[in-house]
């Protein structure tokens, strides 16, 4: 624990910027749910079983055989997190000029997609923009804006669609599978692949079991399993829904990109056994994947972050609803009206709440969102939030207790709360390094 002084000496240094915190200073970390978790007895028993020859590691045997049964993709390329895979993938997919459309953009995938000559564009519904629409699967596409896209462009210029489950950034909202099998229909009748971003497959699966019609009897491997077939290949992010602390793949049914992508590995990553991890991570990964997809494990870790929406909800702290599954999204606009967005509420909330418990928080507004590559302006999004991320089987249900009682301490004393000035700004992904000072 931190007192006041230490945590506004912190925040300053940080330059009101919370990744630039040490986590030292932090109290309960909120970050991010990314490599995270708290790794199981069994998955710890697996990197005492490290296989760590340079070529062909049993463990990544076992990697390979655990995804084709859960995941069902054919080949495997793995990375050492789920941007070297977004950087393969979009490098051998998507050429200059070409049209990536996406159910709401992710950070790093939509740079990656950028830097392959590429632009995305924006195909979730217009209910995953708005914090109050109630409807549960906002992370479904707006199948009249995927096919606008498609006459506009041509599928030709379309070398995939780019789908996440769940969608990050419109606070964790998972896609239905009747959307998802008409996104393949669609698809398939210009011949358009789909690229699926799976780092939170398994919670988008529990959401479609808890919450969409004729999936109750269906297990969250199943439904995990389902949703993966529809789609051609994927990206994953092994931090988020297979806790482990570091790793990641690019998984494909084509034996054409799969030959590609295993050539290209070799130079960023690693050869086409390890790119980039570690045997004993591999295994650790194997094992977690299975975890992953436990119907008990599931209804435990997301049934965690309802029980703090539901407490600020009651509360009366504007929050995205309805909550989604890897955290609690506050909505910075709603809690902040007097702050204009070019003063970065989100980034202002997650400073104010660390000043007041040490609670560490991530912005995902305007800062994250970075500027338009043409004009050179803010990109300014709709959602202007503060994630609540919660790491999985890391915190008790008295974390959850003081998070709120932090959150609702700050909200009670909104009104005093001044915007942020950015005084200094990197290139490339600004929020991970920019800098702040109070207005
Ligand atoms: C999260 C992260 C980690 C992160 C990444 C960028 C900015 C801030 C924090 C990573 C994801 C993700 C999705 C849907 C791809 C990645 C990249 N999320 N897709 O939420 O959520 O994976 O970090 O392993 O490279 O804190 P990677």
Not at 164 to 173: D, L, P, R, S
Not at 185 to 213: C, P, S, W
Not at 229 to 252: E, Q, W
Not at 363 to 372: C, K, L
């Amino acid at each position: 624990m931190t007192t006041l002084k230490d945590r506004e000496k912190a925040i300053i240094e940080a330059g009101y910027n919370t990744f630039l915190l040490r986590s030292r200073e932090v109290y309960i970390d909120l970050l991010t749910d990314s490599g995270t978790s708290a790794m199981s007895d069994r998955q710890w028993a697996g990197l005492m079983m490290g296989d760590e020859a340079y070529a062909g590691s049993r463990n990544f045997y076992h990697l390979e055989d655990v995804i084709h049964k859960y995941y069902g993709y054919k080949h495997l390329v793995p990375t050492h997190q789920g941007r070297g895979a977004e950087h393969i993938i979009s490098q051998i997919m998507i050429k200059d000029g070409d049209v990536v459309p996406g159910n709401m953009y992710f950070t790093t995938t939509k740079l990656h997609q950028e830097m392959a000559g590429g632009k995305f564009i924006d195909i979730i519904i217009d209910a995953a923009h708005d914090p109050e629409s109630l409807y549960p699967f906002k992370g479904d596409v707006d199948l009249n804006k995927l096919q606008n896209v498609i006459d506009t462009y041509g599928a030709e210029k379309i070398p995939y669609v780019s789908i996440a489950t769940t969608v990050n950034m419109a606070g964790g909202q998972p896609i239905s599978m009747k959307n998802l099998k008409e996104i393949r229909e669609l698809t398939d009748n210009y011949g358009i692949k789909i690229i699926h971003d799976m780092t939170r497959v398994a919670e988008n699966a529990f959401m479609i079991q808890q919450k969409e019609e004729g999936y109750r009897d269906m297990s969250v491997a199943e439904i995990t399993r389902a949703i993966c077939d529809l789609t051609d290949g994927a990206t994953m992010s092994a931090k988020k829904d297979a806790m482990v602390n570091i790793g990641g793949f690019l998984a494909i049914n084509d034996d054409d990109i799969f030959d590609e992508a295993r050539n290209m590995v070799v130079i960023f990553e690693g050869l086409h056994t390890y790119g980039g991890m570690a045997g004993r991570d591999m295994e650790a990964m194997a094992i977690g994947i299975v975890e992953s997809v436990d119907d008990e494990h599931m209804k435990a870790r997301v049934g965690q972050v309802h029980y703090l929406g539901n407490k600020l909800h009651e509360a009366g702290v504007p929050i995205v609803k309805p909550a989604g599954t890897h955290g609690i999204f506050l909505d910075a606009k709603k809690f902040l009206p007097h702050v204009p967005q070019d003063s970065f509420p989100a980034q202002t909330l997650a400073a104010e709440l660390y000043l007041d418990s040490g609670v560490r928080a991530m912005e995902r507004g305007v800062v994250s969102a970075g500027r338009n590559k043409e004009t050179g302006e803010h990109n300014y999004p709709a959602l202007e939030l503060v994630r609540l991320t919660i790491p999985r089987r890391v915190y008790t249900q008295a974390h959850m207790d003081v998070i709120a009682e932090s959150v609702e301490n700050v909200f009670v004393n909104r009104d005093n709360i001044k915007g942020l000035k950015m005084i200094y700004e990197p290139k490339y992904l600004r929020f991970f390094q920019a800098r702040f000072e109070k207005l």
